[in-house]
């Protein structure tokens, strides 16, 4: 047993996991991102696991290599750097239930600040303007061609919705960051307001 963050970790030994653990997983609204082996890993937007922290959505892990249930702290960047809490691998659905609970409500959580907000909003509105510069090089010359001389080919018009379709997503991916960023600083101002 190892200390950290004030609390012992559990023992690390290979556990089999139970068959229905996706299922039980999928019932309280946590997404499989990823499985391999004996790992899951498992995200989900709802607000009783986001509710507080600077991500959209909140990560949580299974390894059952090592008997490790483990969620994030909020701020996720990667696995190394965003361990909130660990807890045994729980083998019944009561369990599951409990245990999930319990990292929700024991996990440690990094700082929820106006600065990491607007970082994170201003991270994601970079990435869809460099994917929407990407797209105009790659198919800006055959819209500026059909602008000219217009549709005429099936081939132009599949180059030409490939790019207003990417467009649109990314500006919509926009968007959504701008929505995000403002009801993150509400939840921070009713925080420092109570």
């Not at 807890?87 to 929700?104: G, I, K, Q, Y």
Request: net charge positive.
């Amino acid at each position: 047993m190892s200390e950290e963050n004030g609390y012992t970790l559990p023992e690390c030994k290979e556990v089999k996991l139970p068959r229905n653990i996706r299922h039980w997983a999928r019932s309280r609204g946590l997404v499989v991102s990823y499985a391999e082996g004996d790992s899951i890993y498992l995200r989900s937007e709802r607000k009783e696991f986001t509710n507080g922290i600077v991500d959209r959505s909140r990560h949580f892990r299974i390894l059952g290599h090592i008997n490790y249930f483990q969620i994030c702290d909020g701020d996720f960047d990667r696995w190394a750097n965003s361990v909130g809490r660990t807890l045994p691998v729980p083998m019944t659905r009561a369990e599951f239930d409990a245990t999930l609970d319990e990292l929700v409500a024991t996990a440690e959580l990094r700082d929820l600040s106006e600065d990491r907000i607007n970082e994170d909003a201003d991270r994601q509105i970079s990435w869809a303007l460099n994917a929407i510069e990407a797209l105009e090089d790659r198919y800006g010359g055959v819209v500026a061609w059909a602008n000219t001389y217009g549709r005429h080919g099936k081939w132009v018009r599949r180059w030409v919705n490939r790019y207003q379709s990417g467009v649109a997503t990314e500006r919509g991916k926009i968007r959504q960051a701008n929505r995000h960023r403002k009801a993150k600083l509400d939840e921070l101002a009713a925080q420092m307001g109570a």
